[in-house]
């Protein structure tokens, strides 16, 4: 149709591959002499006036380069100053209306006599080329021209007025720009913060609704200068509120942090370079600390920042001013202890800069502070906003979203705020679907019913209907106009595990309010939130009483363990595992159901019912099968009835109580919340504050504006290209030759299981220095303009960047942590190692077990080598380990069979030399290093497992999917003290 009558047609929301069908319409493929076109099997008549508008929401396509050239491409994405303008114009039309009516007047007059003159002037063109002979004898002309003449004189009389008056409206306007400013800088950090999930989505029209209700709260006041201060503050905790209700609490600082930050810079109150650094933190590697309060790496981090000027000497004053700087850095909490000395009068930037290079597990504290010193506490508070405000806000045309928290159910929410409106089920003006196969139409029919009569719906877990999703969300923009002032959506569902599997259309995320309910932390929380599962009747129901509610209470603490276990990371549980309320409750049952039908306590049973089906059931992992079988011995045994367990240090199991007993009992006796409550070392909850800060600071580098080195005139970060070059150039600068494979080969005649080893190690290196060479030459000529940039190349671009490994190097390269500078030096370190070992193909004095991309291969060699040499059968063989006292520089060479092996380190606990035993880790020793470790083959038979604990050796702290082998390590203590600690060795750090 459009197509033959030249019609305008418009196509929304196009993804970044267009249906193919329309490529001759894009390609102006026309037939029969450009009269006709063919789309698909069809010949259509192509008139010359159609038009085909394409829109898409994307926020940075990548189209095909032949789509580039086949259409004009305008990008109408908001720019901060363009928003900047519009929100001006708000503020100045909500608090001086009589100056943006007479700007819009002015406007519209000097567009009315831009068209007066110009019909004039057509007017007069039009008699001039019409006149004939002597146009002076032609009085309507000549009259024309007078009256032409004077107009345009008035005109620019009135233009120069309008001048004048317009200078005196922008200076009356411009003390509201602040206020402007600071809205247009929220919604940019809004819009970015999809980066972190895609969940959250925010549209510039809910926006501004929040901004036009902040400018009505704002205080009032006299003057302009405090109103506009009031504004501004209104403005920005208007949209912390708007925004943090809608964010998981671990994201809710990194919100605040990135706020602050952004509002410092735009206002040139903080250091480019420092702020770069501070997100950055440049290490220099392969540093060694003269002082035993800092670790190498925060060493590293010393010597970077003392390269700054303003940071000048500060590695020299730590080392001569030793027991100062000591006493600062073991305090409890330095973040509120003064700095030594005259660093102390540092910027607040400063410090932070220091104190991420000092104690990086208290920068979230720091953070905390700093905010508070720089826009005030209450952006710290992190009280939860009541559902009734949230709801105040919600209309037909806004529903609210609910993003799900495993152990959460914000249904009884709802059913309250219901109750006062008298919606309720029994009065069946509230509908509650909880989606799942076939309810797609149920949910439908019961929006049309409530968008016409004024009722209420839950959607509930609507993730699980993934293509339904495009039709909800055209039900929402159709229902959003012309419906019952009273009706209601509230809908719910559980955000992906990862952005790539995130399906939820950005139109329901952006259109709705985003409210996170998120369960309780801590074990005094879990603890009681276990046993409310439970009433006084539950705990009377069995006959075997005592028993029955020792057995239960120690359930309740082993469900609050499990759960809250995950929050130390790896170090916690190797996988997550979805624990939830039905495993505990069907226990507690099952523990019922065999206490009546036995009359002992059948112990074992019981274990294995909770330990391997109940809970077991969500275990993948066979170690994470082990710490959850270690938990019940240790918790469920027949010492609970003498009052001999304890569940934690300090924590007996309970006696004989009621109900409301428990809780009292948990109140006044359950220890602080500790890693000790979990049997783990403090130490875990060091590492686990470091991550949670490292984790913060990347996400926050991730999130700042791609334009932000070019701005902050003097001393500004060079921009990102240059960056990019400078890193792109010294890599290749460094980028070591390929292992010649077939020279080697013919090196030596050898073939033992070691030198197949060491072939294996170079090919797998030369696969990924080739990748590095390619991709980097590749992005080269992209960046001077000789080829077109791809996603990968921007990809490549922004991992360079952002200081981390890019995708297709870690592909072909071996697990690591670290970010890419650190990795680099990793890698030629990992080279070097190799260029020793090939140079004659004699086994190492000691062999950097870490430095393999597949260690698993090299200790299986120490078992071949063995066999071989004794005759003994493979498979009937393991490794025997003995750790040293020696180190690697105390090696004069290899051993005559075996292997000595340097670079494990040991997390959860230590090694103690002087014993020989894994002994309690000292604190803040996160990860200290193992002497060297001599490897030895020896049948199964002859393996000694007394006093030993089965470590399990990881490639990184990712642990997991890094599992190598298993070392059998000697231990005094129990092995349950190391199993329930998360001890195990890594090969990197």
Partial sequence: MALTNGSVVLLENIEESIDPVLEPL?????????????????????????????????????????????????????TRDGLEDQLLADVVAKERPDLEKLKFDLMRQQNEFKITLKQLEDNLLARLSAAEGNFLGDY??????????????????????????SVKIDEARSHYLPAATRASILYFILNELNKISPMY????????????????????????????????????????????????????????????????????????????????????????????????????????????????NLDRDIEGSAKRWKK????????????????????????????????????????????????????????????????????????????????????????????????????????????????????????EVAAKEGH?????????????????????????????????????????????????????????????????????ANLHKALDNFNQDTLEMCSKENEFKSVLFALCYFHAVVAERRKFGPQGWNRVYPFNVGDLTISVNVLYNYLEANSKVPWEDLRYLFGEIMYGGHITDDWDRRL?????????????????????PGFPIPPNSDYKGYHLYIDECLPPESPYLYGLHPNAEIDFLTTTSENLFRIVFELQPRDAGAAGGEGAVMSREEKVKAILDDIMDKLPDEFNIAELMAKTEDRSPYTVVAFQECERMNMLTSEIRRSLKELDLGLKGELTITADMEQLSNSLFLDQVPESWKKRAYASLYGLAAWYADMLQRVKELDTWTTDFQLPAAVWLGGLFNPQSFLTAIMQTTARKNEWPLDKMCLSVDVTKKNREDLGGPPREGAYVHGLYMEGARWDTQTGQIAEARLKELTPSMPVIFIKAIPVDRQDLRNAYECPVYKTKMRGPTYVWTFNLKTKEKAAKWILGGVSLLLSI
């Avoid at 702020?275 to 220099?284: M, S």
């Avoid at 993934?466 to 159709?478: C, N, S």
């Avoid at 079988?629 to 934690?648: C, K, Q, S, V």
């Fill in 140 to 165: 309507e002309l000549v009259e024309n021209l007078e009256t032409t003449k004077r107009t345009a004189i008035e005109i620019e009389e009135k233009v120069a007025e309008a001048k004048i008056t």
């Fill in 26 to 78: 894009l390609g102006r493929n026309t037939i029969k002499k450009g009269k006709a076109i063919r789309l698909g099997d069809k010949e259509v008549d192509f008139h010359p006036n159609f038009k085909l508008l394409l829109q898409t929401k994307l926020a940075n396509p990548h189209y095909k380069p032949e789509m580039q050239a086949q259409t004009t491409l305008v990008n109408f994405t908001v």
């Fill in 201 to 312: 989505q925010f549209s510039l029209k809910a926006f501004k609704v929040v901004f036009a209700k902040a400018i009505e709260r704002a205080e009032s006041a006299e003057e302009i200068k405090e109103r506009v201060i009031n504004l501004i503050d209104s403005i920005t905790y208007g949209t912390y509120i708007y925004t943090a209700r809608g964010l998981f609490e671990r994201d809710k600082l990194i919100f605040a942090v990135q706020m602050v930050l952004q509002v410092l810079l735009n206002s040139r109150e903080i250091n480019p370079v420092e702020l770069d650094f501070l997100l950055r933190f440049p290490v220099q590697t392969n540093v060694t600390t003269p002082v035993d309060f800092i670790s190498n790496y925060c060493w590293g981090g010393i010597k970077a920042l003392a390269n700054m000027d303003e940071f000048k």
């Fill in 328 to 447: 600062f850095v073991e305090s409890e909490c330095p973040e509120k202890e003064k700095f030594p000395q005259e660093w102390k009068n540092k910027t607040s930037l400063q410090k932070l800069c220091m104190m991420r290079a000092l104690r990086p597990d208290r920068m979230t504290y720091a953070l905390q502070n700093f905010i508070e010193e720089k826009f005030g506490a209450k952006y710290v508070e992190n009280r939860a906003m009541e559902f009734a405000k949230s709801y105040e806000e919600s209309g037909p045309a806004t529903p609210i979203f609910f993003i799900l928290s495993p152990g959460v159910d914000p249904l009884k929410d709802v059913e309250a705020i219901g109750r006062k409106f008298g919606i309720t089920f029994d009065n069946n003006n509230f509908h509650n679907v909880s989606l799942g196969q076939g309810q797609e139409v149920v949910a439908e029919s019961a929006m």
């Fill in 628 to 648: 959850c079988r270690t938990y019940l011995e240790e918790f469920m045994n027949p010492d609970m009835f003498d009052g001999e367990l304890y569940l934690a």
């Fill in 456 to 524: 209420w719906v839950i959607l509930q877990n609507v993730h699980l209907v993934a293509k339904w999703l495009p039709t909800l969300e055209k039900k929402l923009e159709e229902y959003s106009e012309g419906s019952h002032d009273m009706y209601r959506l509230f809908v719910s569902a559980e955000p992906a595990p990862s952005p790539d599997s995130h399906i939820m259309p950005q139109g329901i995320l952006e259109s709705a309010i985003k409210i996170t309910n998120e369960a309780p932390t801590g074990m005094l």
